[in-house]
Structure formats: C-alpha cells, structure tokens
C-alpha cells in the first residue's frame, strides 16, 4: 500500500501567526505606546462625584442603547464632539448603539429634576419609550448620574472657556462625600437665576444655530482655505459670502489646538448701506455684492422662486398648494442664518418639506452664489438695488454649470 503524503500545515500557520502578530503590533500596540495627543485647552476632568456616577451609568449599562459621541453626519445632536468630552475617560464609553437618543451634549439642556424623574419613570416624560425604569437607585445613585449626565458636553457643567480657563456653566463647590468626606462637585453656575440663565444661553445656541451639521461647516471652510479642484472653482463665490481668518488650512488646525471654537471665516454682510459709499474703493465692494447677489438671483428664479416667490416672501404659485408652506425668507430669523446655515439648507433640503436636495443638482459654486442672494434678500427684505438689475434666467456661472443646452438639429 503507497503511503499518503499529507500536508503539513505547521510552517504555514506559525507565517500566518507571525503575521497577524506584526499587524497587531504595527497597527494596534506601537500607536497605543507613542500616541500623545496635546492636551486640549479646554479641559477639566470629573469631580468625585461625576466619576460615581459615570460608574453607576457604566454599571446599568446605559451605553448600550446610547452613544456618546457626536459625528459630523449627526444632524440632530448639536456641536460635533471635541477631545476635551473625552479626554479623561478610560475606557471611552462612546457606544455604538442608538436605540435612545446620543448623550454627548446632554449636559445643561435639562434642570436637575428633569434627569431624576427621567430615570425613575422615563414614559411619564416621553411616552413611548423602550427605556427601563431605574427607581431602585439609591438617592445617591441618582444625585451622582444626574451629575454625570450634567457634566457632558459643550454646555455642560465641565466646559471651559479656553479663553479665560474658567467653568463656563458650572462652579465647584465643597461638599460632602456619600461617605462624609469633602470633595469638589460641580454646580449650575446661575443659582438662583437658574431659569434666566437657561434663556439667555437657548437664545445664544440659536443665534449661532449650533444645529448646523459640522459636515457643511467643514465643507465651507474646505472651499475657503483649501487647495482642492473644487475650492479653486469655488474660490470667488465663497470669498464673496465669508472672509477667511485664517491663510489656510493648517493656521486654522493649529489655532484651534489653543481654542477650538475659533471660527473659520467672518461673514460678509449684504445689508444696503443707508448712505451709498463716495470712496471708490467702499463703492465698487458694494457693486461686486450686488453684482454676486445678482448672479444667485438667477439660479433663484429657475429653481427656487416658484415656491418661495420672486423676492423670496414665500408666496410662490406652488407654495399655496402645500401643506406647509415655503419659507418666507423676509422673517428676522433668516437675517442672522450664517453661510454654513445656508449651504447646508439648500445642499441638503428641509426634511419634512418638499423642498429638494440641492447637492444632487446644484455645484458647491452655484450653491455660494444662491447664498449670495439669499443673504441678501433675507437682510434687506426684498430685492432692494437688485429690483432694476437684470437677472438673467439661466444665469449659472459658467465655470460650474454641469450641462448646457445644445441646439436641437
């Protein structure tokens, strides 16, 4: 009988093995041991008290049903999260799961006693809800993850001014321990004018419409300070809505290292002057806005106008058969929108509204330059200089038109 000659698979598994082991440690090790992040300015660590909580949050495994991390393409979750959330927590609690809501901004948005009823009969203030009932925590328990939950976020009781180093929102005070020591626990900053001060700091949050995804405020800043084919197409549309702070890209990165809350560019207003410039220099910027406004009227009229009408009042033949009508863009709101407001509402469409995504039709240059003229409008109520000018219909800048109409033979 011949012998059968088997495989030895011994040197091809220890090669694998070998392998494997250098991915590891190329990939996962020598990062781990060389990684030193600076340390952002920005940044106080947890109090005795937030750290029990963040073990009784860990313990019931909260951070199954909820992330605590907010991402660029995260709409509905408020400024994208910084390293100075996380910096100190080890190991990360960022979950992956959204079955509730993302806790990354949570802290400051709700009192005290909203958080406490929450956690004991969560379907008392949110009917509906999947989320278990936690009125078996001791009081000690709740005060703690109360204030944990407090801490998270740009408004919550940890953030820093990285101007002054100083507690925005909360103040450190003496207290007692569960166990009867003194320890440091951070409190609402407002005390007594607690409810003033929430108004105050919702008014601010608006005004700045913190609810902009970071993903078209990074796209702006990109198309301003950025090197790219499309930033150079958008060049001059761009700087027409937002003048840079910053010479590029890198400047920007390494001033935000000491604050990161600088902004990338300054918004150009297009207000009509009460009194027309004499110097050259004042009259011809002002004929350029118009001029630019101008070129965004056009684009306005074929696509947006016959919804939010011609001067952008919202009474567009199309608009009064709809259910919820079409913007009037003369409302005080939109006189304060920012550019990344804008471009991220005309890129991306209004959810629950029949107003299209743009991104699929319109160039980021055509987008800039609708801005232009929906800055405008909203500012000056109306089409102001621009009602004597010529607004050409097809009016598309020529370096970004996707398609152009070629005679029928």
């Not at 011994?10 to 093995?17: D, E, L, R």
């Not at 991390?69 to 999260?81: E, F, L, M």
């Not at 089409?383 to 370096?399: C, E, F, I, Q, R």
Request: hydrophobic content about 30%; glycine content about 8%; some cysteine.
């Amino acid at each position: 009988m011949n012998q059968v000659n088997r495989t030895n698979y011994i040197f091809p598994a220890i090669g694998m093995g070998l392998i494997l082991s250098a991915i590891i440690f190329v990939v996962v090790l020598i990062p781990r041991w060389t990684f030193r992040p600076p340390q952002p300015k920005d940044l106080r660590n947890y109090t005795a008290q937030e750290l029990r909580g963040r073990t009784v949050y860990t313990r019931e495994g909260c951070f199954y049903c909820h992330s605590m991390v907010s991402r660029p393409q995260d709409w509905d979750n408020g400024t994208k999260s910084k390293a100075s959330d996380y910096y100190y927590d080890e190991w990360h609690l960022l979950g992956s799961e959204r079955s509730g809501p993302d806790l990354s901004q949570i802290g400051g948005k709700f009192p005290d006693e909203y958080h406490i009823q929450h956690h004991k009969q969560p379907r008392s203030l949110k009917p509906g809800s999947i989320m278990p009932n936690y009125e078996y925590l001791s009081d000690q328990d709740m005060t703690d993850l109360t204030a944990y939950m407090q801490s998270l976020g740009s408004n919550g009781r940890r953030a820093l001014d990285p101007l002054t180093g100083q507690l925005k929102w909360g103040e450190l005070v003496d207290a007692k321990g569960p166990t009867g020591e003194i320890e440091k626990v951070a409190v609402w900053k407002g005390g007594a004018n607690f409810v003033a001060d929430r108004e105050r700091i919702a008014s601010e949050n608006y005004d700045q419409h913190l609810e902009t995804p970071y993903k078209y405020t990074a796209e702006v800043e990109e198309l301003l300070l950025g090197t790219s084919h499309e930033a150079q197409l958008s060049k001059g549309a761009v700087q027409a809505v937002a003048t840079a702070n910053f010479p590029t890209e890198e400047a920007l990165r390494e001033a935000r290292v000491e604050n990161p809350d600088l902004r990338a560019w300054s918004e150009v207003s297009y207000k009509e002057p009460d009194q027309i410039p004499t110097d050259l220099a004042g009259l011809a910027a002002l004929q350029k806005r118009r001029t630019i406004a101008n070129q965004g009227r056009g684009i306005y009229n074929q696509k947006c106008s016959s919804c939010h009408g011609l001067t952008g009042n919202g009474r567009g033949w199309a608009s009064a058969s709809m259910t919820k009508r079409a913007a009037n863009f003369w409302e005080d709101k939109f006189e304060n929108y920012r550019t990344d407001t804008w471009y991220w509402r005309i890129r991306r469409g209004v959810p629950g509204t029949q107003m299209p995504r743009w991104e699929f039709d319109l160039s980021p240059e055509q987008t800039l330059y609708l801005v232009a003229f929906q800055k405008y409008i909203s500012q000056n109520k109306g089409l102001g200089a621009l009602k004597g000018m010529d607004a050409p219909v097809y009016g598309l800048p020529p370096s970004s038109a996707k398609t152009s109409i070629q005679p029928s033979n």
